[in-house]
Each structure stands twice: as C-alpha cells, then as structure tokens.
C-alpha cells in the first residue's frame, strides 16, 4: 500500500522535461517573482532555473536557495512541490491559500531530484501561513479600512519558498534590506523566515496605529459635537474591520511562541531570541485589538443613550409647546360654541380680556416649563 502511494505521489510530482528557464516554453507563467541564491549571506548570480540554483547549493553543500511566488497554480507549483519534496498537504494549503495563520512541521517526502546529504536530510520542512495586512483608510469610500492577503513560506534546511496571496504584501524591499546585512542571511533561511515573521507583525502595529485615529476620530464625533452628527455606519465598520484584523493576528500567537521556544530542527538556538521579539509584538496587537474593542463598544453604547436622551429631549419640547398651545386652545374651543347665553358675550371689553387671558396662562406655562429645563 505504501509503495502504491509512493508511486502515486512519483507521478503527480513528475518533474517535466521542459526547460524552465526558457520563458516562452516554462509551465510556471508569470508566477516566479524572484529566485536567488545566497551563499554565506552574500547574493550569488543565478542565470538558471529553480533546478540549477538548487543543484548548485547541494552540490556545495552550503547556502540556501529563495524563491519568490505569486498566486501560483497547482501546476506551477507541483514543479516546486517535486524538486524540494514538498508533502501535498502542505502544498494544497499554498496554493488554495484561506488558511488560518499557522506553523506546521512536515517531513521531505520522496522523490527529491537532488536529495541532501547527512544530517540535513532530517530537518524537515516548516510550514508557515501568516495574513498580510495593510491600511488603505477611506480611499475606497466606507466599504473597506484593512485590506488582508495571505503569505505562506516554506523553510527548509537550504531552501526558502514564499508564496504571496494578494494585491500587498510584497518581500522585495524586505529582500533589498536583508541584502544590506550579510550576517543575519548568512544564518540561513531560519533568519528569512524570522524577517519575514517580523515584517508582517511590524504591518500588524503599522495598522493598529492607523486605526487608533479612526477610533479617536469616533470618540471625538461623538463626545465632541452633537450626537447626531456621529456615523454609526463607521463604527460599526471599524469594529468589522478589527474583527478580520484579529483573525490575522489572534492565531498567529501561539505558533510564534513555539518557534522561540521550541527545539525545532529548522530553527536554530541562535534564532530562537529573534522570535521572543516577535512573540511579543504579537501580544502587544493583540492588546491593541482587545482595547479598541471595548472601546468602540462603549463608544456605541454612549452614542445610543446620547441619542436616546436627545430623543427624550426633543419629547418633552414637544410635550411643553403642546401644553401652551391647548390653553389657547381650549378657550377658543369654548367661545366657539353656538350658545345665546355665554358669558361676557355682548360685552364690549369681551374680546381683549379673552385674548389676554390666553397670552397671560401661555407665558405663565412657559415660564414654568423653562424653569423645569424642559424648554
């Protein structure tokens, strides 16, 4: 049954015999960004494909190999999948991407076309998905204030493969930077995957800060002028917003806390440090999160009541002038019976003592009501 599955998986990762590296004839279309070799933490030119570059780095026995991907298909990536003996469960999470942010440890699986050699044969494979995000504010109207991707990296003994889902999220500066510091690259790709780790989480504090001033600018519109004014629409919005910017980093805890302190063969102690850094960056976003929360909570339920007590307000005015109005009122409904007999009816001064009797009881209620604060 074994060798049955192994010659399954044989031909689902068949290598084909296509040259790669000649663009019109390549399988892998536009979705390889970069692929670049690095020895000793300094870049090395790479004229050839993935094959080549990988071929290189065990043949010297040092160095690893990075490869940039962009929303690969599976049959981009079943050629990546088949020259670092990706496992298949690993593989379909990458490229179907909607994962949950997660580290997972895999075996390299059969068949490797160019296998490794003594102890790195067993470091296995670190499967790791975190969420992009990136603030794009009100640029897009009211629809959207945290934009999401996903990237996936596969962190091997000498290779580095990223997968981005995404309009964002791009490693090219973080490569340009990594470049610049020889030393930590020459630490191999535990190192990449600690830049990359630390890259996401600083977007994560990035757009935490961001979304402070729109929680502030809630507060201000609803403390600061009249509640009416106050948008419910964006609160509501923004709490929306720090529910999907909690699914990015509320997962992403734990993992994160496992590579600082567990004993992974992929991370070495020298890197365990970086990642406790990072853990606590983590933690911190987290806090922000919860904060906002409750605060964009109480900022609603205050914005409610405001609206209530304006509302109740607004009764009692209403309330009061119908009060003066039905003295008027009432007196008028009164002369206006068809009777012979009525008092004052012929008298001369009838008309004026009426009048002012009804301006008299209109000012004396109102008088009354200002003094209660309902008018």
């Given at each position: 049954?074994?060798?049955?599955?192994?010659?399954?998986?044989?031909?689902?990762?068949?290598?084909?015999?296509?040259?790669?590296?000649?663009?019109?004839?390549?399988?892998?279309?536009?979705?390889?960004?970069?692929?670049?070799?690095?020895?000793?933490?300094?870049?090395?030119?790479?004229?050839?494909?993935?094959?080549?570059?990988?071929?290189?780095?065990?043949?010297?026995?040092?160095?690893?190999?990075?490869?940039?991907?962009?929303?690969?298909?599976?049959?981009?990536?079943?050629?990546?999948?088949?020259?670092?003996?990706?496992?298949?469960?690993?593989?379909?999470?990458?490229?179907?991407?909607?994962?949950?942010?997660?580290?997972?440890?895999?075996?390299?699986?059969?068949?490797?076309?160019?296998?490794?050699?003594?102890?790195?044969?067993?470091?296995?494979?670190?499967?790791?998905?975190?969420?992009?995000?990136?603030?794009?504010?009100?640029?897009?109207?009211?629809?959207?204030?945290?934009?999401?991707?996903?990237?996936?990296?596969?962190?091997?003994?000498?290779?580095?493969?990223?997968?981005?889902?995404?309009?964002?999220?791009?490693?090219?500066?973080?490569?340009?930077?990594?470049?610049?510091?020889?030393?930590?690259?020459?630490?191999?790709?535990?190192?990449?995957?600690?830049?990359?780790?630390?890259?996401?989480?600083?977007?994560?504090?990035?757009?935490?800060?961001?979304?402070?001033?729109?929680?502030?600018?809630?507060?201000?519109?609803?403390?600061?002028?009249?509640?009416?004014?106050?948008?419910?629409?964006?609160?509501?919005?923004?709490?929306?917003?720090?529910?999907?910017?909690?699914?990015?980093?509320?997962?992403?805890?734990?993992?994160?806390?496992?590579?600082?302190?567990?004993?992974?063969?992929?991370?070495?102690?020298?890197?365990?440090?970086?990642?406790?850094?990072?853990?606590?960056?983590?933690?911190?976003?987290?806090?922000?999160?919860?904060?906002?929360?409750?605060?964009?909570?109480?900022?609603?339920?205050?914005?409610?009541?405001?609206?209530?007590?304006?509302?109740?307000?607004?009764?009692?005015?209403?309330?009061?002038?119908?009060?003066i109005v039905a003295v008027p009122t009432m007196v008028c409904g009164v002369y206006g019976m068809n009777f012979d007999h009525m008092p004052e009816l012929r008298w001369t001064y009838g008309y004026p003592l009426v009048i002012g009797v009804m301006v008299t009881a209109c000012a004396l209620i109102h008088r009354s009501f200002r003094r209660n604060g309902w008018l």
């Open positions: 049954m074994i060798r049955r599955l192994r010659r399954a998986m044989r031909r689902a990762y068949r290598r084909p015999t296509v040259d790669l590296s000649h663009p019109a004839r390549s399988p892998l279309g536009s979705s390889v960004v970069n692929c670049v070799v690095y020895e000793d933490g300094v870049r090395r030119p790479c004229t050839g494909d993935a094959h080549d570059a990988l071929r290189e780095v065990r043949k010297q026995g040092r160095g690893f190999v990075w490869i940039g991907l962009h929303e690969p298909t599976h049959a981009e990536f079943a050629v990546f999948a088949a020259l670092f003996g990706l496992h298949p469960l690993a593989v379909e999470d990458a490229v179907q991407a909607h994962q949950r942010p997660k580290v997972q440890r895999y075996e390299l699986t059969e068949p490797a076309e160019y296998p490794l050699e003594g102890g790195r044969a067993g470091a296995g494979v670190l499967f790791t998905v975190l969420k992009t995000c990136r603030y794009v504010g009100h640029e897009r109207g009211t629809s959207e204030i945290v934009d999401t991707g996903e990237l996936m990296v596969f962190t091997g003994p000498d290779f580095v493969i990223t997968v981005r889902h995404g309009r964002h999220g791009s490693l090219g500066p973080l490569r340009e930077a990594l470049e610049e510091r020889p030393e930590r690259l020459a630490k191999g790709p535990a190192a990449v995957l600690h830049a990359i780790a630390d890259h996401v989480v600083d977007d994560y504090l990035a757009v935490a800060d961001a979304v402070q001033d729109d929680v502030d600018d809630a507060e201000n519109a609803v403390f600061g002028g009249h509640p009416r004014q106050a948008d419910v629409g964006q609160i509501h919005l923004l709490k929306r917003e720090l529910l999907e910017l909690r699914r990015a980093v509320g997962p992403l805890e734990r993992p994160i806390r496992a590579l600082a302190s567990s004993p992974l063969p992929s991370v070495g102690p020298q890197i365990r440090p970086y990642f406790r850094d990072v853990a606590d960056h983590v933690a911190r976003v987290n806090d922000q999160i919860g904060t906002y929360d409750s605060l964009l909570d109480s900022i609603l339920q205050a914005h409610l009541a405001q609206v209530t007590v304006a509302q109740n307000e607004d009764m009692r005015k209403i309330t009061a002038w119908a009060a």
